[in-house]
C-alpha cells in the first residue's frame, strides 16, 4: 500500500489542514509543526531570517554559511519529552537544512541534511560525523543514475496534465522524458529530482537502525521532511505532469519506508502527515488555461533595494531593508536612532503598494494593531510577526496572483488559500479511521501528539488537542 493511502484510508485525516500564517515559506512552517506555535512565537518569519548562522559551518562544507536553530524561540514536542524522559532518542532528516532543523527547536541531537552532494550536519550540532553517516554517504548509490532519464512511471493515458505548456520549468526542458545529470554532477544536482525523496527515505532508514530508534520501551521521535515536491513544484507548477509523476512515485516510495519501519521498530508507531506550506499555480496557467485574472508581482524586491541604497548613502551604515513574500523588513529602530519617521515611511510605501493590480491588502505596524478580528488577512500577519520584529509594510495578494522575483516558476508566500492549504492527517493503534471536515493548523499538531505520549508542553501554545485523534485513545 502506498504511503498516502495508508494516512487516508487508515488514519483520522482533516480535508482542511492550514499553516495558518502569512508568511507561507519553509522555515516557519517548519517551525509551527512540532512546535505548537506561531512563528510570531517561535521568531522564525522568513527564510532568509531561519538557520543561517556563520558561527556554525556546515561539515564538510567551506563555501556555505552556516546553519543553527539560534533564532528559534522556545520549546518543541522534543524537548517536552526529554523533560520527562532525558534519554528519548531523536532523529531529523531533510534534503533542506530548515526542513531538518526547525522541527526539533533549539535541542541538540542527530540532525542532518543535504548539503554538498551528501549528508551532513553543521557544529551547533557535532564537530564530526558519526561512522554510519560517513558509511552512507561513501555508498554514492545516486551515482548509478547519472545519464538516465526521468520517464513516466505509469502509461501516458493515466496523466491528465499536458506535456506541451512552454512556461514550465523555465521554458527549457518541458517534456518527458527528462534527462538526469551525467556523474560528475548528479550527487549536488539530484535534489531537482524525484530520486532525492527516495534518497532522504534510505537515509533515514540507515539512521533508525543504527541509533536503535524506537527500540526502547518509551518512545523515541523521528521527523522527515521531503522537500522534491517542493523543488519540482517550484519548477514545474503544481498542474504539470511532472507533479503528479513525483506525488506518485513518493507514494510508492513512503509505503515501502512504512513497512521497513514497521520491521524495525516493535511497539506501537504513531504517523502524521502534513506539509510546511501549499503552493499557487502557475500565474501563466491561470490565464492560458483556466482564463483567470492572474500575475507575478515583483517591484518589492526593487523598493527594499531602492531604500537600502538610499539609507546607506546617507548614513553610511547597513539597515537590512529586504522584501520577502510581501513583507518589508528593516532595522527599523535603527532608522528611528538617525531621525526617519518611521511610521509616516511605512504609510507611504503601503499607499504606493496596494495600488499595485493583484495586492488584496497591505498593513503598517500601526494599522495592524488596529485591525479587527474580523480581518482574516490581518489575522495571517498577526500569528506572523513577532512583537520585536523590524518591518515597514506587510501585504497579501489576490488570488491568483504571486510574489515573484521575475523567474516563470511555481510560488508560495502570497497568503492566499492556495499557499496556506496542507494535509494533517495522524495513523496509528487506536486512531479512528475517519475523515473530518473541519479546520485544522499544523500548530495543532504537537499539543495532539503531547496528547496521545501523556506529556504536558512546558509553554502556553497556539494549538489545540485534536479531539478526533485522540478520543478513540481515551476510551482504550
Do not use: C
Amino acid at each position: 500500500m502506498g504511503g498516502f493511502r495508508r494516512f487516508y484510508d487508515e488514519g483520522t485525516e482533516y480535508s482542511r489542514g492550514l499553516q495558518d500564517h502569512a508568511s507561507t515559506e519553509t522555515a516557519p512552517g517548519h517551525s509551527t509543526v512540532l512546535s505548537g506555535r506561531d512563528p510570531a512565537h517561535t521568531g522564525i518569519v522568513t527564510n532568509s531570517r531561519g538557520v543561517p548562522d556563520a558561527s556554525a559551518p556546515v561539515l564538510g562544507m567551506m563555501d556555505t554559511i552556516g546553519a543553527s536553530p539560534r533564532r528559534f524561540r522556545g520549546t518543541t514536542l522534543y524537548d517536552w519529552m526529554r523533560a520527562r524522559d532525558p534519554d528519548t532518542r531523536v532523529l531529523s532528516v531533510s534534503r533542506k537544512d530548515r526542513g531538518a532543523i526547525f522541527p526539533i527547536g533549539r535541542a541538540k541531537g542527530n540532525v542532518y541534511w543535504y548539503a554538498g552532494g551528501r549528508f551532513t550536519t553543521s557544529r551547533y550540532y557535532a564537530t564530526a560525523l558519526p561512522d554510519w553517516v560517513d558509511a552512507f554517504n561513501a555508498r554514492n548509490g545516486v551515482v548509478r543514475l547519472a545519464g538516465t532519464t526521468w520517464s513516466l512511471s505509469r502509461p501516458d493515458s493515466a496523466y491528465a496534465e499536458p506535456d506541451s505548456l512552454w512556461f514550465e520549468n523555465g521554458g527549457a526542458d518541458f517534456v518527458f522524458p527528462h534527462r538526469l545529470p551525467v556523474a560528475d554532477s548528479i550527487a549536488q544536482r539530484i535534489t531537482a529530482y524525484p530520486w532525492m525523496d527516495s534518497l532522504t527515505l534510505a537515509f533515514a532508514l540507515d539512521g533508525v537502525r543504527a541509533l536503535a530508534l524506537g527500540r526502547r520501551s518509551a518512545p523515541d521521535l523521528l521527523a522527515l521532511s521531503l522537500s522534491t515536491t517542493d523543488a519540482v513544484g517550484h519548477a514545474f507548477g503544481p498542474d504539470s505532469r511532472e507533479i503528479h509523476d513525483q506525488l506518485l512515485r513518493l507514494d510508492g516510495w513512503l509505503g515501502q519506508f512504512f513497512d521497513s519501519l514497521a520491521r524495525l521498530v516493535p511497539g506501537g508507531i504513531v504517523l502524521v502527515l502534513t506539509g510546511d506550506h501549499g503552493v499557487s499555480p502557475l500565474p501563466e496557467y491561470e490565464v492560458m488555461l483556466r482564463h483567470e485574472k492572474a500575475g507575478r508581482l515583483g517591484g518589492g524586491g526593487a523598493i527594499a533595494a531602492r531604500l537600502e541604497t538610499a539609507f546607506e548613502r546617507r548614513y553610511a551604515m547597513e539597515f537590512g531593508v529586504t522584501f520577502e513574500n510581501g513583507l518589508l523588513s528593516a532595522d527599523v529602530e535603527a532608522l528611528r536612532a538617525r531621525g526617519v519617521n518611521v511610521d509616516s515611511l511605512s504609510a507611504a510605501l503601503a499607499k504606493q503598494v496596494a495600488a499595485w493590480p493583484g495586492v488584496a491588502a497591505v498593513y503598517t505596524p500601526a494599522t495592524l494593531r488596529a485591525a479587527p478580528p474580523s480581518d482574516s488577512a490581518a489575522g495571517l500577519w498577526k500569528r506572523t510577526l513577532p512583537p520585536d520584529y523590524g518591518w515597514l509594510f506587510a501585504a497579501v495578494t489576490r488570488p491568483h496572483y504571486v510574489w515573484s522575483g521575475g523567474s516563470l516558476g511555481g510560488e508560495h508566500g502570497g497568503a492566499t488559500f492556495d499557499d496556506l492549504w496542507v494535509p494533517i492527517a495522524f495513523v496509528g493503534p487506536g486512531i479512528a479511521r475517519q475523515h473530518v471536515d473541519r479546520e485544522a493548523r499544523t500548530v495543532d499538531i504537537a499539543p495532539t501528539l503531547a496528547a496521545l505520549l501523556g506529556i504536558l508542553p512546558t509553554e502556553p501554545l497556539d494549538g489545540r488537542v485534536l479531539s478526533e485523534v485522540v478520543s478513540g485513545i481515551a476510551r482504550r
